[in-house]
């Protein structure tokens, strides 16, 4: 049996290198081998920081009587979701038609095509109640395809033309009033916990973005409602900064213990444009909201930074306890005599109370995850979560999966420049320069960019939408905080090779080229992550401004239309297209996303600070001295230091302190 996966990039795959199961890597190869063998494909799919992936790994794929099974009547292919998104998709597709749910490990069986017949998730080792074992469904689908192949067959061709019908992307629906769509938004707010929907919750980074847009009360109060039980919470890693992936409960409390980059980097961001929102007054808010942000990137620079400059992809959820058995989410967990041996009798029984560290536990075998209560002394807080930080690292570390992802990297990019200028932290924006050269100079390959690297080493499948969407959107946005147009000229050269890659018949975007699948990806929602399609119109109108280029515009206009219709059923899955939605209502009344460029030779003025902090919604910053050159003619005839302020064919004397700049940044002009 050939090891196929030995030399792959991906960690995950790697973790399956030794499996007995005779695995392939996706591509026409397995396909070809199917149909050569005329068997069907099992194709099983799953990512490195998943719990139920590791689980399903060691009760089946490991076991030399499972691996019999498949090696004898399939041919085995073994996918990471994060390397490739667009097989995912489709597949995830079918599988939540089929059994109306997804998730992962994701369980398919399919033709030597490979169009699905049997899907599913996470199986066990021996039937548990209703549920067939992973045994059962192998030896029962490997008899289907010998007895009944023409049944099966036809059950996939129906079901490939069911999905087509399905998924087909509704292009002619009228734009979504905005007091409408944020009244059926708020219907599924939880006034008691925060976040939207019940149990298990998810962090709604995209609705909150689209929440602050106005920073009127109605809606800031959804969003500050759930930052701050976020926060709090025990999906928030109080000692160690960042977000677990979700919550298994509707208070924040317990999380899946896995750490993902794409939620942190998308977060980071959240949680910057939140405290621009929080009037002065609120100084216990804002305090809560840039010391999450202080520990987030603290987590980042110290355990997901990698040579290179770029950020690594994720920490698994499982660790070893001192014996040396795996355990979910045993390196976060406390109880009152590790607080205690960690801290001190006093400290110990202080850290117990403020973090809801009690004697029965909050999780698992009696111990707790940290939450903050009420309203301790920062000060001591601070010191407390940094011992506890110390105390933790004797522990056995969670795995980390060190590819690099290069939509992740540039929407932390994104982020790490907008929170970096807010909270005047410059060695953030440095970090965001970093990242953002490693992903220039390692993924971008003969005018080609490409989604996954690992040890300077970048896979040779290409990338999809929003890795093209999300560099140009961090490039784009690292051009401004610098005033170099060389990577506003990057994030050019992204966004037309995306034009051209995905672009759609209606004015929309695929989500991955045209390739060997039996559908191309294209989902118009949002999820976890921004769509392909809402983060490449977002990238288009920020090029649009900083580069004068009116033709980007026109094409995110003709984009986002087709965000409309779920926008319109579901605003949860569809927050940046909301965003964009009220972004362009402030423009009709009078409150055009502007042009804001800060002349000067002093980089870290306070006028700087001020533009990154007041700019509307939608608005573009760049800061340069004079004669700075790459940004269209916003530089042309601003010799005097100020900030120029534009809307359109509006704009504005230059604003000389932060007073002017407050007025001319929020003037409508009707």
Known sequence: MANRLRDSLSPYLLLHAGDPVDWWEWGDEALAEAKRRDVPVFISVGYAACHWCHVMREESFADPEVAALLNESFVSVKVDREERPDVDAVYMQATQAMTGSGGWPMTVFATPEGRPFFAGTYFPPVRRGQMPSFPEVVTALADAWATRRDEVVGSADEIVRQLAAATNVVVDADRPEPKETLELLSHGYDPIHGGFGRAPKFPPTTVLDALLVRGDPATLDLATGTLDAMARGGICDQAGGGFHRYSVDAGWVVPHFEKMLYDNALLLGTFARAWRRIPFHEGERRDLYEGVGERLVGWLLREMRLDGGAFASSLDADSADIHGNAHEGIFYVWNPELLVDALGDDDGDWARDVFHVTNGGTFEHGLSVLQVRGRPDRERLD??????????????????????????????????????????????????????????????????????????????????????????????????????????????????????????????????????????????????????????????????????????????????????????????????????????????????????????????????????RMAPDGSAVVVGAPGTEGFGHLFEGRTEPGVYVCRGETCFAPAADVTELKTVLWKRVH
């Not at 989500?511 to 191309?520: I, K």
Request: glycine fraction near 10%; charge should be negative.
């Open 383 to 612: 010191g407390i979560r940094e011992r506890l930080l110390v105390a933790r690292e004797a522990r056995f570390r969670p795995q980390q999966d060190d590819k690099v992802v290069a939509a992740w990297n540039g929407w932390l990019v994104d982020s790490l420049v907008q929170a970096g200028m807010i909270f005047q932290r410059p060695e953030w924006v440095k970090a965001a320069r970093d990242a953002a050269t490693y992903v220039w100079e390692t993924h971008w390959v003969d005018g080609s960019l490409r989604r996954v690297s690992r040890g300077g080493v970048v896979a040779a499948e290409g990338a999809a939408a929003d890795d093209h969407g999300a560099v140009a959107l961090g490039f784009a946005r690292l051009a401004g905080a610098l005033g170099e147009g060389a990577w506003l000229e990057r994030a050019r050269l992204v966004l037309d090779a995306a034009l051209e890659l995905y672009g759609a018949d209606d004015g929309g975007f695929y989500d991955a080229p045209a390739g060997d699948l039996y559908a191309r990806a294209r989902d118009v929602a949002d999820n976890a992550t921004p769509s392909g399609t809402a983060t490449l119109v977002a990238a288009l109108r920020l090029v649009s401004l900083l580069a004068c280029e009116p033709s980007y515009e026109s094409r995110a206009d003709d984009a986002v239309r087709t965000t409309w219709a779920v926008l319109g059923a579901n605003p949860r899955f569809a927050g940046w297209p909301l965003a964009d939605l009220l972004v362009a209502d402030e423009a009709g009344r009078g409150l055009r996303p502007a042009q804001v460029v800060v002349v000067t030779d002093e980089p870290g003025s306070e006028l700087v600070t001020a533009a990154w």
